[in-house]
C-alpha cells in the first residue's frame, strides 16, 4: 500500500507542479486516474510523458486511454509491467 501512496503523491506533485493542476485532497485510489485527478487527453499524455521519464518505460500511444481508466493500484502494477519489458 505504501507504494500506492507514493504513486498518488508523484501525481499530485507532477500534476501541481508541471501542469499546473490544483488536486483534490480527497483523491479515491480506487476510480481511474483521469477522474480523479481531472485530466483531459492532452493533460494525461503530459502525465504519462512525465512517468515514463520518472520509472523509465513507454507507454505505446494504444494504452494512453487505458492508462487514465487506471485507478491507482492498477497504474502501479502496469508501470511495474512496463519496468520489467523496458528493463
Given at each position: 500500500?505504501?507504494?500506492?501512496?507514493?504513486l498518488?503523491?508523484?501525481?499530485?506533485?507532477?500534476?501541481?507542479e508541471?501542469m499546473?493542476?490544483?488536486?483534490?485532497?480527497?483523491?479515491?485510489?480506487?476510480?481511474?486516474?483521469?477522474?480523479?485527478f481531472?485530466?483531459?487527453?492532452?493533460s494525461?499524455?503530459?502525465?504519462?510523458?512525465n512517468?515514463?521519464?520518472?520509472?523509465q518505460?513507454?507507454?505505446?500511444d494504444?494504452?494512453?486511454d487505458?492508462?487514465?481508466?487506471?485507478?491507482?493500484?492498477?497504474?502501479?502494477?502496469?508501470?511495474q509491467?512496463?519496468?520489467?519489458?523496458?528493463g
Amino acid at each position: 500500500m505504501k507504494a500506492i501512496t507514493e504513486l498518488k503523491a508523484l501525481i499530485a506533485r507532477i500534476c501541481e507542479e508541471k501542469m499546473n493542476i490544483e488536486v483534490k485532497p480527497d483523491v479515491n485510489p480506487n476510480e481511474p486516474i483521469a477522474q480523479e485527478f481531472n485530466l483531459d487527453s492532452i493533460s494525461l499524455f503530459e502525465l504519462i510523458v512525465n512517468l515514463e521519464e520518472e520509472f523509465q518505460f513507454k507507454v505505446a500511444d494504444d494504452d494512453i486511454d487505458k492508462v487514465g481508466k487506471m485507478n491507482l493500484e492498477e497504474l502501479h502494477e502496469f508501470i511495474q509491467r512496463m519496468q520489467l519489458i523496458h528493463g
